[in-house]
C-alpha cells in the first residue's frame, strides 16, 4: 500500500467492479442517443457565476457544496456540481438557441459536491444526464421521463418509484410561495428551518425531521395553486405518460435541490439505498437560459447518479452484462506457440471476440487457475505439438468438453459457439451458397 488514498469522499472505480459502471454508463446514454440526443462535452469546471446565477444562491448546492477557488489568474472558478447549467451556457455560446428547436443533447461525467460522505453520497459521482431545449410541449417531458425510466428499468431495476410534481411557474409560484410563507410563520421551527422558511419556504417541505412533517400536514400544496397554463400542461405529461405506460406516482410535496426547475419535476427513487435514495431526477427548467443571459428557453431533462445506480443493482442482487468480458483465454505451450498465440489472439479480437492470454511462463496449471479467473467460456490450448498438427484444444468451462479445433478455422468456430443459432444459421447459410 502507498502513503495515499483517494481523497476524502472518493473512491476508485477498479475491476471488475469498473465494468458495472460502465455499463450502466452506457446502458442509460443508449436511450437518449436513439432518441435524437447528441452528445454534449463541457469542462469540468465553470466561471462560480455559471452556478451561481443557474442552480441559484439560496440552494445547498450553491451555498455549502461547491468545490470554488480562484486560479492563478485571479478567476472565480467552481468545479461542476451538476451539469445542466454548464449545459445550457454552452448551448447558448454555440447559438443552437437559434437553430432548430428542440436541441437535444446528452452528456455523461464527473461532477463535483463537497457533501459528508456516506453510502451513496461523494465528494466526486458520476452522472448521465439528457436535456431538451427550447421546446414547452409536455410531450417532451414525457419524452425524457420515458427515457430515464426505461434505461433504469433495461438495467433489470425494479424498485424504483418514480415521483412527480409540478412547480408552477412565474405566475403562479409566487402567489403560493406567499400562502407557504404565511403558514410556515405559524409553526414552532427551529432558528435554522425559519431562516430557510424565508429564503427558500419551497424547501421546509422537503424536511425529513418527524417533527417537522408533522406541522406541514397541512400546508398548502402547489398543485392546488396552479394557474390555468400549468395545470393544463401538468395534465397533459400525465396523460402522455400514461399512454407510454410510463408508473408515476403523484407527489405534491416533491420539490428539488435546484432552484432553476419550474412546471414538471420528478425524481425517480430507490427503497434499497437507505438515506441517499434518489437516484436520479429532473423537470423543467423554463426560467435557465434567461438568469444566464440568454433568450428565454424552456427546457427539460434529467440526470441519473451512476453511483447510486450501481448500489440500486447491488441491492437488487443484479448483475450488468459486460459485453467486453473475456469469452476465450488462449494458452500457450512452448517458444514456437507463444509465438503464434501472439497474432492469433489478435485475428480472434478483430473478428469480435473479446480474448486474452496467458502471458509471462505460468505452465499449464498456473495458466489454467488464470483462465478460470478471467470468466472465459472457452480457453484454447496451444501446445507445440498441436502447432504441428494445425490444430488447437479448446475447452468448454462450463461443460468440461474438450475439442481440437482448426487452427485456420479458429475464429469462426469459436464465433459460432459463442453467438449461437444466428452465427451458425448464417455459415449453413454461406455453405448453402456455395
Ligand atoms: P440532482 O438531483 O442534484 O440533479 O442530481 C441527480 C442525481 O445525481 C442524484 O439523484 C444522485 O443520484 C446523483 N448525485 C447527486 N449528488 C450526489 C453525490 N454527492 N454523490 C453521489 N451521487 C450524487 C441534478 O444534478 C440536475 N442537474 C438534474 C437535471 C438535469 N435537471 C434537469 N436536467
Not at 412527480?164 to 428551518?193: H, I, K, M, Q, W
Not at 437560459?289 to 440526470?303: F, H, M, N, R, T
Amino acid at each position: 500500500m502507498s502513503t495515499f488514498r483517494a481523497p476524502k469522499g472518493t473512491y476508485d472505480l477498479i475491476p471488475p467492479a469498473s465494468a458495472t459502471h460502465l455499463a450502466v454508463r452506457e446502458s442509460l446514454a443508449a436511450l437518449p442517443r436513439r432518441a435524437g440526443y447528441g452528445y454534449v462535452e463541457t469542462p469540468a469546471f465553470e466561471d462560480t457565476a455559471v452556478f451561481v446565477r443557474g442552480v441559484g444562491e439560496s440552494t445547498d448546492v450553491v451555498s455549502k457544496e461547491m468545490y470554488t477557488f480562484d486560479d492563478k489568474g485571479g478567476r472565480s472558478i467552481t468545479l461542476r456540481p451538476e451539469g445542466t447549467a454548464p449545459v445550457v451556457r454552452a448551448a447558448l455560446e454555440a447559438g443552437l438557441a437559434q437553430g432548430q428547436l428542440p436541441v437535444k443533447l446528452w452528456y455523461s461525467g464527473s461532477y463535483y459536491r463537497y457533501e459528508r460522505m456516506q453510502r451513496g453520497r461523494y465528494r466526486h459521482f458520476v452522472q448521465v444526464g439528457a436535456e431538451a431545449l427550447g421546446s414547452d410541449d409536455p410531450a417532451l417531458d414525457a419524452e425524457l421521463i420515458w427515457l430515464a425510466d426505461s434505461g433504469l428499468r433495461g438495467l433489470g431495476l425494479g424498485r424504483t418509484r418514480l415521483l412527480l410534481n409540478s412547480l408552477g411557474d412565474s405566475t403562479c409560484r409566487p402567489l403560493y410561495r406567499a400562502a407557504l410563507v404565511d403558514f410556515l410563520a405559524g409553526l414552532d421551527l427551529d432558528d435554522e428551518t425559519r431562516r430557510r422558511a424565508e429564503i427558500n419556504p419551497l424547501r421546509v417541505l422537503d424536511d425529513k425531521r418527524a417533527e417537522v412533517r408533522a406541522q406541514l400536514v397541512d400546508a398548502p400544496l402547489i398543485v392546488d395553486h396552479l394557474c390555468d397554463d400549468c395545470r393544463a400542461h401538468h395534465d397533459a405529461v400525465r396523460t402522455y405518460l400514461d399512454d407510454l405506460g410510463v408508473d408515476y406516482v403523484d407527489d405534491p410535496r416533491l420539490v428539488r435541490g435546484l432552484d432553476y426547475y419550474t412546471r414538471t419535476t420528478f425524481e425517480f427513487v430507490h427503497d434499497g439505498l437507505g438515506s441517499q435514495s434518489a437516484l436520479g431526477g429532473g423537470g423543467r427548467y423554463d426560467g435557465l437560459s434567461e438568469s444566464l443571459g440568454g433568450p428565454p428557453l424552456p427546457s427539460v431533462g434529467w440526470a441519473i447518479g451512476v453511483d447510486r445506480t450501481v448500489l440500486a443493482l447491488e441491492a437488487e442482487g443484479l448483475e450488468v452484462a459486460d459485453p467486453t468480458r473475456c469469452e476465450v483465454y488462449v494458452v500457450p505451450l512452448g517458444t514456437a506457440a507463444r509465438r503464434r498465440v501472439v497474432p492469433l489472439v489478435a485475428e480472434l479480437r478483430s473478428a469480435g471476440i473479446a480474448a486474452d492470454v496467458a502471458y509471462g511462463d505460468r505452465g499449464l496449471k498456473g495458466a489454467m487457475r488464470g483462465a478460470d479467473r478471467s470468466g472465459a467460456r472457452f480457453t484454447v490450448v496451444l501446445g507445440d505439438r498441436d502447432l504441428d498438427a494445425g490444430a488447437a484444444q479448446c475447452k468448454d468451462m462450463a461443460s468440461g468438453e474438450q475439442v481440437a479445433m482448426p487452427l485456420d478455422r479458429l475464429a469462426g468456430d469459436l464465433l459460432g459457439r459463442l453467438r449461437g443459432s444466428a452465427r451458425d444459421t448464417a455459415e449453413d447459410d454461406r455453405k448453402a451458397a456455395l
